[in-house]
């Protein structure tokens, strides 16, 4: 079993649409996560951490359930500009190992 | 304040070559981070240093690469001999401290093998 894992879409959602991401994590020790963006043929950016009482950052909601060991990430009010691939990360291990996952493909259609 | 800064950007060598990417992370930052990122694949950690020990290398090809920060600053990520599934973008990236989980990362440096 790989230790982050996303379901890598695409996802093809109009404009408006409320879309979620789902990423599970193997290492039950993982003590922080969070979601990164990666535009194409850009560098990954910090999007949001993601907090065990879950956390919301105007249209972007991230939760996380330890006791099924899976992130979320939900778009609300999706926009064009939020066409991306985003990153499931696992931080966890004695030397803080941090673990991408695959990513998953959005794309917001006019 | 500077991001992380990396060279080349681009370089397209043929198998059985050898090549070499620096690094230079943001100032300050004790730790940093080599991943290589297959097209479609998201960025698998390949070593990661903290000032200038290594963490963890456990999934760096130690035949073929190897990596170096002497002096808790800058690195080289070396490749001898490529091979074509070297082929990748080799991000680096480095943090303020260990275990923040907020990684900058260079614009890359994306490696054809012929």
């Known amino acids: 079993r790989k230790e982050v894992e996303q379901d890598p879409g695409p996802f093809n959602v109009p404009e408006g649409a409320t879309v979620a991401f789902n990423c599970t994590y193997s290492n039950s020790a993982s003590q922080s996560f969070f979601w990164y963006r990666q535009d194409c043929r850009k560098e990954p950016k910090l999007l949001m951490s993601?907090?065990?009482s879950g956390n919301e950052d105007g249209r972007f909601t991230a939760q996380l359930n330890r006791a099924s060991q899976y992130i979320s990430l939900l778009i609300r009010d999706s926009k064009l500009s939020d066409s991306a691939t985003y990153l499931c990360?696992?931080?966890?291990?004695?030397?803080?190992?941090?673990?991408f996952g695959t990513g998953t493909k959005l794309q917001v259609i006019p | 304040e500077a991001g992380v800064a990396q060279s080349p950007r681009y370089k397209i060598i043929e198998k059985r070559q050898s090549v070499a990417f620096w690094c230079n992370p943001i100032?300050?930052?004790?730790?940093l981070y080599w991943y290589q990122q297959i097209l479609g694949q998201g960025p698998k950690l390949l070593i990661q240093?903290?000032?200038?020990?290594?963490v963890d290398d456990s999934q760096l090809p130690k035949d073929r690469f190897s990596a170096e920060r002497l002096k808790g600053v800058d690195s080289t990520l070396k490749i001898q001999p490529a091979k074509l599934e070297d082929s990748a973008v080799y991000l680096c990236?480095?943090?303020?401290?260990w275990g923040t989980g907020e990684l900058f990362f260079g614009e890359g440096s994306r490696l054809t093998v012929l």
């Open positions: 990236a480095s943090s303020l401290a």
């Open positions: 993601v907090y065990s």
């Open positions: 100032s300050g930052h004790a730790t």
């Open positions: 990360v696992v931080n966890s291990g004695g030397y803080q190992k941090v673990t």
């Open positions: 240093f903290q000032n200038n020990g290594v």
